[in-house]
């Protein structure tokens, strides 16, 4: 596996934060998933190997975690929030906006290989309904406007 | 009568001009004294200080945090783990989110303070997954606590050590159930263990014993021990004391938070004058008090409830005090803090369907009467909505919801069917008259909720 020196460091470095190194597994996923994009067979077998593990125990993991992806995505993630408090101010509008700027189903990755759109379940954010998190960021208080504008941005940053 | 004002403890400094999330300003503003304060007494006085504040869990349950911390088995002979839910992930709970990220420090000074009561030398503070920036937060805090001695190896000058991590869920719901968030900590699927033998204060992680404290409640620890149990006490209203946040969203003119004394202010104060009433033109149709898992409420129902002296007392939804016992007296909780408010413009069966399929999606599939049953609910009120809808469909609903709770390991079947069985009990007639309504012309503005 060929993940970045930084990553490795902290790998290893975490690990020493549980007595048991199981319990490394969700840690060691991120920090792979944040290197690679996403969870391969082969990062299974390797954090298996790693943890002194069977490689179902990681693959259990990896399956039920809605966060951890088997295959890669585009570069920006777009995660729109679905449930009630967001659903009563407009949600589903602005999922069905960042849909149509972008042209893409959710859960595919736009022809360009730029954006994801995701459609989770509540951010916690509920006072500033609708939201949505782009990559790491949060946006609040998002309508349809403002989902035009946000992806705008993302398409200009993608152009450059 | 005008509601009160707020009285801000944990959410002092939220949204404060000026105010930091590094340890120099948190500092500057006497933080960390309580800590120095603390690890001078006996741990056995702060566990009596929190004993005597009457403070309950503000996670969802309400169970009272001394109680919790006396069932500690200290006997074991094993370590005792401290485990911090910072999961929040109940639909409508926004409060951990501003603490984690504007005073991150107060979390910790609360935690190293619960730690050294309870004589426990390892801290994990479980964080959503969806909180990446709140986990580097949270991460960088510790480290310049550690940096100032204020956690670590031999705090303050003392022999007493505690070491802190951050541990990062990965957007499953149920590691908000204490078990599952235990079992997800050990590096595997977040199954709840079954109760007993497996309550975390005796069996928890690492089959040692284990508490499990939400955010706010460790936040609370600090106050209490700064101003004694005692005091905390007469904060609030008799057996629901202190302070607590809430989170109100959805269709009132001012979402947000809000930190009030518990049962001091009610429902209709806190979203009329509070929250400035509803959105333009409309009205108030139904409310959720307590997180999307408490049972709806209904704008215009009674409540007739039994006063100490046998005497009864009738209270409208508007009446009731924003506390744990009157609102589980009205057949709901206070929950998690957060309370979604729907108005007239909603067809509480698309509400329903909403959150039916949340619940399909979070249940952990491990007893078969919630992943069954919340999956049928699901697919039930999709129908309803996005194909045929039948008159019986709310007795249909009904009865899958009824074979749900009290018969699973956790009490996420009690999550996933009290909102149906609420739905169905409170707004029988708009189930039964889906088939024609659904049909009838819709409002341009009408919002689509599933």
């Known amino acids: ?160 | 009568m005008p509601a009160p004002s707020q009285r801000r403890l944990i959410f002092q400094h939220i949204d404060e001009p000026g105010y930091s999330n590094d340890l120099a300003c948190y500092v500057r503003n006497g933080g960390y004294e309580i800590l120095k304060k603390s690890v001078t007494r006996k741990p056995e006085e702060i566990i009596d200080e929190v004993k005597k504040s009457g403070l309950r869990g503000r996670g969802g349950a309400g169970f009272p945090c001394g109680v919790k911390w006396s069932l500690v088995d200290r006997k074991s002979g094993k370590p005792i783990y401290l485990v911090v839910n910072a999961d929040e992930s109940e639909p409508g709970t926004f409060k951990d989110r501003y603490i984690i990220h504007q005073d991150p420090h107060q979390l910790i000074e609360g935690i190293m303070i619960s730690c050294f009561a309870n004589n426990v030398k390892q801290a994990y503070i479980y964080i959503r997954g969806e909180f990446p920036i709140g986990a580097r937060i949270l991460e960088k805090a510790i480290a310049e606590a550690r940096a100032a001695n204020f956690v670590g190896p031999n705090i303050l000058g003392t022999h007493y050590s505690c070491e802190i991590y951050v541990h990062r869920g990965a957007g499953a719901y149920i590691c908000g159930e204490e078990t599952g968030l235990i079992e997800s900590i050990e590096g595997k699927r977040p199954y709840p263990r079954i109760k007993p033998p497996y309550f975390p204060a005796v069996l928890g992680l690492y089959q040692c014993p284990t508490i499990v404290n939400n955010v706010e409640t460790l936040c609370h620890v600090k106050h209490i021990s700064d101003m004694g149990g005692e005091a905390f006490s007469k904060i609030g209203t008799p057996n629901n004391t202190g302070t607590r946040i809430l989170c109100v969203s959805g269709h009132v003119q001012r979402p947000g938070y809000y930190e009030y004394e518990v049962g001091k202010i009610t429902l209709g104060q806190l979203l009329n004058e509070v929250c400035g009433g509803p959105l333009p033109g409309r009205t108030f149709k139904g409310v959720i008090p307590g997180g999307s898992s408490a049972k709806v409420l209904r704008f215009g129902e009674i409540f007739t409830l039994k006063n100490k002296d046998g005497s009864t007392r009738t209270l409208t939804v508007e009446d009731i005090p924003m506390d744990f016992d009157t609102l589980a007296a009205c057949g709901t909780m206070g929950g998690s803090g957060g309370v979604i408010v729907m108005d007239d413009s909603v067809n509480m069966v698309d509400a329903l369907a909403n959150l039916n399929a949340f619940y399909a999606h979070e249940s952990c599939g491990q007893c078969t009467p919630c992943r069954e049953g919340s999956l049928w609910m699901k697919k039930i009120t999709a129908r309803m909505v996005h194909g045929d809808a039948r008159a019986e469909d709310g007795a249909l609903l009904n009865s899958v919801a009824n074979q749900i709770a009290g018969r699973t390991i956790c009490a996420m079947g009690e999550a996933c069917s009290w909102p149906t069985m609420s739905f169905v009990a409170k707004f029988g007639d708009e189930f039964k008259a889906y088939p024609e309504t659904k049909n009838a012309p819709k409002s341009t503005d009408a919002l689509e909720l599933v």
């Open chain 1, 1 to 160: 596996m060929n993940f970045k020196q930084e990553t490795l460091q902290r790998i290893d470095e975490v690990i020493t934060h549980y007595p048991v190194k199981r319990s490394a597994t969700l840690p060691l996923l991120h920090l792979i998933q944040e290197d690679a994009g996403y969870i391969s067979d082969e990062a299974i077998e390797w954090v298996a190997q790693k943890l002194e593990l069977q490689p179902i125990n990681v693959f259990e993991v990896v399956t039920f975690y809605p966060m951890f992806r088997r295959k890669p995505i585009g570069r920006r993630h777009v995660k729109v929030c679905r449930t009630l408090s967001c659903a009563l101010m407009g949600g589903y509008k602005v999922c069905d906006e960042f849909k149509k700027e972008f042209g893409v189903e959710l859960n595919e990755v736009s022809a360009d290989g730029e954006v994801t759109i995701e459609f989770v379940e509540c951010l916690a954010s509920c006072g500033t309904a609708p939201v949505v998190m782009i990559d790491e960021e949060l946006h609040e208080k998002v309508d349809t406007a403002k989902a035009r504008a946000l992806a705008a941005k993302i398409k200009s940053e993608a152009k450059r």
